[in-house]
């Protein structure tokens, strides 16, 4: 189960791993938060088409199910209204009931209750920066943090379902230094103009912990794909789809993730999401036991940071 914060958010982090894992039979399925209704309209193509001025939020619903039949997951609305990226100095208030501004425990318990009657065995997200700070990215984290911690805790909303811990929880890590920097000296070496200078150079971001390389390479058609399927988020002529295909295979085939917490120890070179995880009998048995102590966990020991930023986001 991967939680993102709004529709296209699946299809840019982490589709290639998902659509391998669908076609490898696994059961997959994508969470959003939100139903990007404050989103802009990022195709130039687009900005003046008459039904997506008049019904955005059906059209990003239109969207999100053109992605899920490319990429094959089963998917859910978590139901909250997009809080919108604040612009301006100093910034804007957060518009009352967006998903940012709503109190934890009725977005906690939202996630609880999707968390317990899919029963993943794997939980993916955002680390507490959000990948960038859009109020809700950060708060997709906040509370998929604390829907982990819930869903396995009798105690914690005992009406949403028995309770369930997916034994293994991840952070997506799709935009690394490394991997702009491999993309990049490729590009360079086939004559190829590169646009990841530029980023590079004004890099800001924090060294990340990587624990699992996913290869899937194969996939990266099919993601681009979903990806352009969200036609209103995205400039099919943009820098995202300037790199060639076969730069991209070969300059990083992987997707990348990292490991946060744990029922099963870590494997060294990890290169699956379930590894550890030795049977689906073994890992339903995994998730329901109670008493099992984790054997990883780097967690944040409070939500401290995360809630700072996504304050300092809110205006």
Known sequence: MAVHAHPDDESSKGAATMAKYVREGQEVTVVSCTGGERGDILNPRLKDDAHILRDIAQVRRDEMRAAQEIVGFDHVWLGFVDSGLPEGDPLPPLPAGCF??????????????????????VLVTYDESGGYPHPDHINTHIVSLAAYAAAGDPDAYPHAGPPWRPPKLYYLRTMTKGRLEALHRLMLERGVESQYGDWLAK??????????????ADYFPIRDQALLAHATQVDPDGSWFHTPMDIQREAWPTEDFELVASLVPLMEGEDDLFAGLESLEAADALAQDLDATLVRDTRPESPDGAVALLRSTAG
């Open 100 to 121: 940012a501004l709503e109190p934890l425990d009725v977005t906690t318990e939202a996630l609880v209750r999707v968390i317990r009657e899919v029963r993943p065995h």
């Open 203 to 216: 890099w800001e971001r924090p060294d990340v912990t990587i624990t699992t390389r996913v290869e899937c």
